[in-house]
C-alpha cells in the first residue's frame, strides 16, 4: 500500500504544476475516479495495488486540470495537500476495512474447521468474533443460525429466537441470498410460525430456482400445515 500511494504521490506532485484547462479529460477523471470510490463500497478493489496505481494516476489528473488561476486561489501546494487529504482519508478507511473483512474471514474458517470437528460451541464463539471484526457481513450471522439450529442445546429455551434474529441479520446485509431465506424460514418455523416460513421458503425458491431443497422443504411445511386441526393458521 505503502508503495503506490508514495509513488502517486510523487507524480501527482508533477501533475499539479501542469495547469491544463478543465475539459472533458477532467470530466472524464472525476467520473473514473468516483466510480472507483464508488465501487470500493462493495469490493475492496482498493487494497490492489494495479487497481491503486491506476485510481491514484486518474487522482492525479482531476486535481491538474483547473479552469481559472486568480490571485486569491490557494497555492498548488495548499490544493495538494487539500487533495492528498481527501485522498488519504477515504484510502484509509478502505484499508481498515480490508484488514478486518481478512480477520473475520479467518475467523470464519476457524468456525468452519471447527464446526468439522465437532466443536460447536467454540464454532459459534469463532463466528460471533467474526461479525464483530465486519458486522456489514452476513455470512457470520448465517452461521451463527444454522449452529444454533443444529444445536439448540448451545442457547436453552432461546435458541429458536436467537437463530431466527441471527439470519435476520443476514438477509438484512444479503437480501438476495437464499441460504439466508431458508435458514431465517427454518428458524421461524422452529418458532412455531409457520406463515413467516413459508414466506422465507418460497422466496428463496424464487432466488435459486434451480435449488431442488427448497421447494422439497415448501411441500413438506405443506404437508405439515395440511395436519393441523382447523383454525389453526
Given at each position: 500500500m505503502l508503495i503506490p500511494l508514495g509513488a502517486a504521490t510523487l507524480a501527482g506532485s508533477r501533475l499539479i504544476r501542469r495547469q491544463v484547462a478543465a475539459g472533458p479529460v477532467a470530466?472524464?477523471?472525476?467520473?473514473?475516479?468516483?466510480?472507483?470510490?464508488?465501487?470500493?463500497?462493495?469490493?475492496?478493489?482498493?487494497?490492489?495495488?494495479?487497481?491503486?496505481?491506476?485510481?491514484?494516476?486518474?487522482?492525479?489528473?482531476?486535481?491538474?486540470?483547473?479552469?481559472?488561476?486568480?490571485?486569491?486561489?490557494?497555492?498548488?501546494?495548499?490544493?495538494?495537500?487539500r487533495w492528498q487529504l481527501a485522498t488519504a482519508v477515504p484510502a484509509l478507511m478502505l484499508f481498515?476495512?480490508?484488514?478486518?473483512?481478512?480477520?473475520?474471514?479467518?475467523?470464519?474458517?476457524?468456525?468452519?474447521h471447527l464446526l468439522s470437528t465437532g466443536e460447536a460451541l467454540q464454532a459459534l464463539q469463532a463466528?460471533?468474533?467474526?461479525?464483530?471484526?465486519?458486522?456489514?457481513?452476513?455470512?457470520?450471522?448465517?452461521?451463527?443460525?444454522?449452529?444454533?439450529?443444529?444445536?439448540?442445546?448451545?442457547?436453552?429455551?432461546?435458541?429458536?429466537?436467537?437463530?431466527?434474529?441471527?439470519?435476520?441479520?443476514a438477509v438484512r446485509r444479503s437480501p438476495r441470498w437464499p441460504s439466508a431465506h431458508a435458514t431465517r424460514g427454518l428458524a421461524a418455523l422452529r418458532l412455531g410460525q409457520p406463515g413467516l416460513a413459508a414466506a422465507d421458503l418460497q422466496r428463496a425458491a424464487e432466488l435459486y430456482p434451480l435449488?431442488?431443497?427448497y421447494p422439497g422443504q415448501l411441500e413438506a411445511l405443506a404437508r405439515k400445515l395440511a395436519m393441523l386441526p382447523e383454525g389453526r393458521p
Open positions: 470530466a472524464g477523471a472525476a467520473l473514473g475516479l468516483g466510480a472507483f470510490l464508488v465501487h470500493n463500497l462493495a469490493d475492496f478493489s482498493g487494497l490492489l495495488p494495479s487497481t491503486l496505481w491506476t485510481a491514484m494516476a486518474v487522482a492525479g489528473v482531476l486535481m491538474g486540470t483547473e479552469t481559472t488561476e486568480s490571485a486569491d486561489a490557494p497555492s498548488p501546494a495548499g490544493r495538494w495537500w481498515l476495512a480490508g484488514m478486518l473483512n481478512a480477520r473475520a474471514e479467518q475467523s470464519m474458517q476457524r468456525a468452519q463466528s460471533r468474533y467474526a461479525s464483530s471484526l465486519a458486522p456489514w457481513q452476513a455470512a457470520p450471522f448465517l452461521m451463527q443460525s444454522e449452529i444454533l439450529l443444529r444445536q439448540p442445546e448451545l442457547a436453552p429455551g432461546v435458541a429458536g429466537l436467537q437463530s431466527w434474529q441471527q439470519a435476520a441479520k435449488a431442488e431443497s
